[in-house]
């Protein structure tokens, strides 16, 4: 009398999997496109749409912000860098990195000009200190760095390596593809090599700034650091965009 309804529990495995299969299949794609919208609109806020008609260094000049977005980027830890090696006074340099962020923060918002990478910068430099200052290690002001560089270089390392570039998905979405550029072998291998050319920037600052961290050398740390930030970044936007622009050339009407 069992056998019967064994079968029929049997009978209904392969449905609930193929259902179980189609939610996977369906799950999928929401989430690659929930992604791929993120960075992409990431990617326009910051100026780089390859959709656009702008210059290679229009495109590169927004994504640095400017005059204003060097500036922020390189005056807080400037200042650190210069007072810490002149004073060795960590609470001084502390205090001068962070009101620097802190000044160009209430700039923006006196303005009324986009904060978000102000204040990006004022917490980072704010964590970065609060470290620093509770360990009594001028060198742990470049912990954080570390992190983040860490982060975003096995972001784009393991994006590549599974096939679903960080680059590429960022992409698809600004031109209007989402993932199709999946099935062009030649587009996978473009974004794979862009995705391991940015995880390898990510890799060298922290293979080039360990060293100086763990012997204690503040100077040379923060030295590196200023080195490898927007003097590497800047040309390796460039090199992204042109990359991305040759693999989706503009019609002529």
Same mark, same amino acid.
């Given at each position: 009398?069992?056998?019967?309804?064994?079968?029929?529990?049997?009978? $209904?495995?392969?449905?609930?999997?193929?259902? $179980?299969?189609? *939610?996977?299949?369906?799950?999928?794609?929401?989430?690659?496109?929930?992604? &791929?919208?993120?960075?992409?609109?990431?990617? =326009? =806020?910051?100026?780089?749409?390859?959709?656009?008609?702008?210059?290679?260094?229009?495109?590169?000049?927004?994504?640095?912000?400017?005059?204003?977005?060097?500036?922020?980027?390189?005056?807080?830890?400037?200042?650190?860098?210069?007072?810490?090696?002149?004073?060795?006074?960590?609470?001084? &340099?502390?205090?001068? $990195?962070?009101? @620097?962020?802190?000044?160009?923060?209430?700039? =923006?918002?006196? &303005?009324? *000009? *986009?904060?978000?990478? +102000?204040?990006?910068?004022?917490?980072?430099?704010?964590?970065?200190?609060?470290?620093?200052?509770?360990?009594?290690?001028?060198?742990?002001?470049?912990?954080?760095?570390?992190?983040?560089? +860490?982060?975003?270089? &096995?972001?784009? @390392?393991?994006?590549? @390596?599974?096939?679903?570039?960080?680059?590429?998905?960022?992409?698809?979405?600004?031109?209007?593809?989402?993932?199709?550029?999946?099935?062009?072998?030649?587009?996978?291998?473009?974004?794979?090599?862009?995705?391991?050319?940015? +995880?390898?920037?990510?890799?060298?600052?922290?293979?080039?700034?360990?060293?100086?961290?763990?012997?204690?050398?503040?100077?040379?740390?923060?030295?590196?650091? @200023?080195?490898?930030?927007?003097?590497?970044?800047?040309?390796?936007?460039?090199?992204?965009?042109?990359?991305? =622009?040759?693999?989706?050339?503009?019609?002529?009407?």
């Amino acid at each position: 009398m069992s056998t019967p309804h064994t079968g029929g529990e049997n009978a $209904s495995q392969p449905e609930e999997s193929d259902a $179980s299969a189609a *939610s996977a299949g369906t799950e999928q794609p929401r989430v690659s496109d929930a992604v &791929s919208a993120a960075l992409g609109e990431a990617a =326009r =806020r910051a100026g780089l749409d390859p959709a656009q008609d702008v210059t290679t260094g229009r495109a590169v000049w927004a994504a640095i912000g400017g005059w204003r977005g060097i500036l922020e980027s390189v005056l807080p830890s400037l200042a650190f860098l210069v007072l810490y090696t002149l004073t060795t006074e960590l609470l001084l &340099s502390l205090g001068a $990195s962070v009101g @620097l962020a802190l000044v160009f923060t209430v700039v =923006r918002l006196l &303005s009324r *000009s *986009s904060v978000n990478a +102000a204040l990006g910068g004022l917490i980072a430099a704010a964590v970065a200190a609060a470290l620093a200052l509770w360990t009594g290690r001028a060198e742990d002001n470049f912990v954080l760095g570390f992190v983040t560089n +860490a982060i975003y270089g &096995s972001a784009f @390392l393991v994006s590549a @390596l599974v096939g679903w570039s960080l680059i590429g998905l960022a992409v698809g979405f600004l031109m209007g593809e989402g993932t199709a550029w999946r099935r062009d072998p030649r587009k996978r291998r473009v974004f794979f090599w862009l995705s391991i050319a940015w +995880a390898g920037l990510f890799a060298a600052r922290l293979i080039v700034q360990l060293p100086f961290y763990f012997a204690g050398d503040v100077t040379g740390l923060g030295t590196t650091k @200023l080195l490898m930030g927007i003097p590497l970044f800047a040309p390796l936007i460039a090199v992204t965009w042109l990359v991305v =622009r040759a693999l989706y050339p503009r019609r002529t009407e």
